[in-house]
């Protein structure tokens, strides 16, 4: 954030930044962009809080994203992942997607993309290698080790048609394929990550509240290894303390600004 007594107005801190983007790209030096759930506001996704509407409303995501809430109530659980699952299908990727898949398809190997969504709507926007760090929505896996009767059951289609699905031999459960409190991030996708954390010149953390750890980490660490960090988003956010600019507006407005050749 600016510490002065009387902030620039949003239109200087808009140019600051695409400043930014254009000296890292003329002295070829990385860049790294973080996004969260805001990302894909502007699409229709609902923010993780706002995905707790409804019947939803009296639970919060840390008591339904979770293995012990799965196992203790695997069908409420599968029932809340189906809901999400059908807030995203058929949405599109924003203007905020496309511009960063735009900016690195004109600047190849420039941006590191890491996002915590699970939604899926960088890569159908064409970015490529994005990291992952929470999962895929759209994908299930099974909740203890497969053995050789649930593999078959995958194979030969007869899987049971329970809320979640079991293996018909041994009662294994699909699980949804997304990271839950208190389980491990993919291994190489965190480390790739860091890395890009560490090493880039300029990160942009759009759409997150920053209350998700290790992904939220990721700016502490740009920050302290001398990156510049650059916090998008509507709302106060608890990353707003390590960024150096704070622009107040929407993924889908800013970034194509930011993007822009
Ligand atoms: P969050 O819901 O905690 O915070 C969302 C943030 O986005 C808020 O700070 C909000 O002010 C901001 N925001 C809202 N609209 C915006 C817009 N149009 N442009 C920019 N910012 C906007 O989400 P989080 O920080 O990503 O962390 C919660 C977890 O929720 C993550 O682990 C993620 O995996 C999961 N999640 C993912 C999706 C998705 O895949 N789309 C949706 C919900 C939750």
Do not use: K
């Amino acid at each position: 954030m600016t510490h002065s007594p009387l902030p620039d107005p949003p239109g200087a801190d808009l140019g600051r930044v695409r400043d930014w983007v254009r000296e890292a790209v003329q002295l070829s030096r990385p860049i790294a962009v973080l996004t969260g759930a805001g990302m894909s506001a502007e699409s229709g996704v609902p923010t993780f809080r706002d995905a707790l509407t409804g019947l939803w409303a009296q639970f919060r995501p840390e008591e339904l994203a979770t293995e012990a809430a799965f196992r203790d109530r695997p069908q409420q659980v599968w029932d809340w992942y189906a809901s999400r699952r059908a807030a995203v299908a058929g949405v599109e990727p924003n203007a905020g997607h496309r511009a960063l898949a735009t900016f690195q398809a004109r600047e190849p190997g420039r941006l590191t993309l890491i996002t915590q969504n699970v939604d899926g709507l960088h890569q159908a926007a064409g970015s490529p290698g994005v990291l992952a760090l929470h999962g895929n929505l759209a994908e299930d896996r099974w909740l203890d080790s497969p053995r050789a009767c649930c593999d078959a059951s995958v194979a030969a289609g007869t899987l049971t048609d329970a809320c979640p699905p079991a293996c018909p031999a041994c009662g294994n459960l699909r699980r949804p394929a997304v990271v839950w409190f208190g389980e491990f991030l993919p291994e190489q996708a965190l480390r790739d990550a860091e890395t890009a954390a560490r090493t880039c010149a300029l990160m942009l953390v759009v759409g997150t509240s920053g209350a998700v750890y290790p992904a939220a980490g990721l700016a502490f660490t740009a920050h302290q290894a001398g990156a510049r960090v650059v916090v998008v988003n509507p709302e106060p956010s608890e990353l707003d303390p390590v960024a150096d600019v704070v622009l107040r507006g929407t993924a889908a407005t800013l970034l194509p600004a930011l993007l822009a050749p």
